[in-house]
Nanobody, 113 residues
């Protein structure tokens, strides 16, 4: 079955950077919209960034200018580069093919102040 496996979550100080990876299997990321969502404790899951098959990107206002979504088609992997991290970025981050309703298991990002 389809698998989306996230990695790269960690504990980091405010102002730091992390890169999340999402290794996909049995789904071709280049022909699907791929996205990163996050869910903080007590809050609803929210869209962070998305990339269409044509390469068009979309970001939540809260991360614009700090986060970048990208993909490596040869590796069938989606990335989320996160810079200038803030404590409010603390959440579990999920990789998704939202149109097909496929989700990864999530990776924890914790930003300390």
């Amino acid at each position: 079955q389809v698998q989306l496996v996230e990695s790269g979550g960690d504990l980091v100080q405010a102002g730091g950077s992390l890169r999340l990876s999402c290794a996909a299997s049995r789904i071709t990321i280049s022909i699907n919209t791929m996205a990163w969502y996050r869910q903080a404790p007590g809050k609803q899951r929210e869209l962070v960034a998305a990339m269409t098959s044509g390469g068009i990107t979309n970001y939540a206002d809260s991360v614009k200018g700090r986060f970048t979504i990208s993909r490596d088609n040869a590796k069938n992997t989606v990335y989320l580069q996160m810079n200038t991290l803030k404590p409010e970025d603390t959440a579990v981050y999920y990789c998704s093919a939202p149109v097909l309703n496929f989700w990864g298991q999530g990776t924890q990002v914790t930003v300390s102040s």
